[in-house]
């Protein structure tokens, strides 16, 4: 097998995300990459070519903090064929994970994490090409999966009892569901959510920038009752898949939070998506876990869970196990 790793143009990398039949996020989209040079990240993109014919991608951001530099793969690479991992693309992987460190000494990085869409049957070629588990997890490795391939009463069928009654209840209500970009709603009840639940959210402007950048696959679900928002969610779509990506809500015995996802998957269904994303779920037997409660009512829609190796680090400088004891301090503290 003769390989080599070169950069790729976002529309090489949007024309192999398009076709790409594995496990896949919008992480990997030009968009996102986008996005994250908007924050002022270097953004790479990369194909491995056997001879002119690309076997696989890898988009990563160089992350710069005080205690480190890093080259980050965000749910990549993906490469053909996988998952689930079969021997013959060990030699792939193989050479990626040689080829990326190299690409990370050139950028000056402590080291690189890499964030896998893979199952733990390749963790192996990772302990043989020296990376380890990562402290902290950036993107979620367990997520829940709604498959939209289903009609919508078999969605509704096989949802939980209690958020079948709860998205029945909707109509009800008397609750309205609007669509669209509107982002003043959101940061409103964002910020209270917020300052209730006690975390750090994400910027204001980096909202600002995704909406910007995603255009119309950014949009914003908000449920109301006589005319006042009671919640909203930030859902972002590609031609895949929808995205459970911010989710903000006051305290209400009305069903607002499952309104605004319930119109989310629809919407996904009407775009052609075969799936709709969660995003991060808590181990179930993890009942100190700070997302405890946000997963049981992710859960509850119905779905699968999908779990993935951890990240994984592969430290280039000594420097990097400064960025070791931060985050596994912090992982003890937020109880993950």
Request: hydrophobic share 35%; net charge positive.
């Amino acid at each position: 097998m003769s390989l080599k790793i070169q950069s790729i143009s976002p529309n090489q990398l949007q024309e192999f995300y398009d076709n790409f039949e594995g496990v896949k996020t919008f992480l990997q989209t030009p968009n996102f990459g986008n996005f994250r040079e908007q924050l002022g990240e270097k953004n790479l993109r990369f194909g491995v070519f056997e001879g002119n014919t690309i076997v696989g991608i890898a988009q990563c951001q160089k992350i710069s903090a005080r205690r480190g530099t890093f080259l980050h793969v965000a749910h990549g690479p993906l490469i053909l064929n996988s998952p689930p991992f079969e021997e013959e693309l060990e030699g792939v992987l193989e050479f990626f994970l040689k080829e990326i460190k190299t690409i990370g000494r050139q950028e000056q990085c402590d080291f690189v994490r890499i964030s896998p869409l893979l199952n733990n049957k390749c963790v192996q070629c990772f302990k043989k090409n020296n990376y380890r588990p990562a402290p902290l997890h950036i993107n979620p490795n367990r997520t829940w999966v709604l498959d939209l391939t289903q009609s919508e009463d078999d969605l509704l069928k096989n949802m939980r009892k209690s958020t079948r009654y709860e998205v029945r209840r909707i109509e009800k209500s008397g609750i309205k569901t609007t669509q669209g970009q509107d982002l003043e709603t959101f940061w409103k009840l964002h910020s209270k959510t917020a300052a209730r639940q006690k975390f750090v959210p994400f910027s204001r402007k980096s909202t600002e920038l995704e909406m910007e950048v995603f255009k119309n696959d950014c949009q914003m679900f908000s449920a109301s009752l006589e005319g006042e928002p009671f919640a909203s969610s930030v859902i972002l779509y590609d031609k895949h898949a929808g995205y459970y990506h911010q989710g903000a809500s006051v305290l209400h015995k009305l069903p607002f939070a499952h309104a605004t996802l319930w119109a989310a998957i629809l919407e996904a269904k009407k775009r052609g998506c075969t799936e709709f994303n969660f995003w991060g779920v808590s181990p179930e037997e993890n009942k100190d876990h700070p997302w405890t409660g946000l997963s049981r009512f992710k859960r509850g829609f119905g779905g699968e869970e999908q779990l993935f190796l951890e990240a994984q680090d592969s430290p280039l400088t000594k420097k990097y196990w400064i960025n070791f004891a931060v985050e596994k301090y912090r992982k003890w503290k937020r109880h993950y």
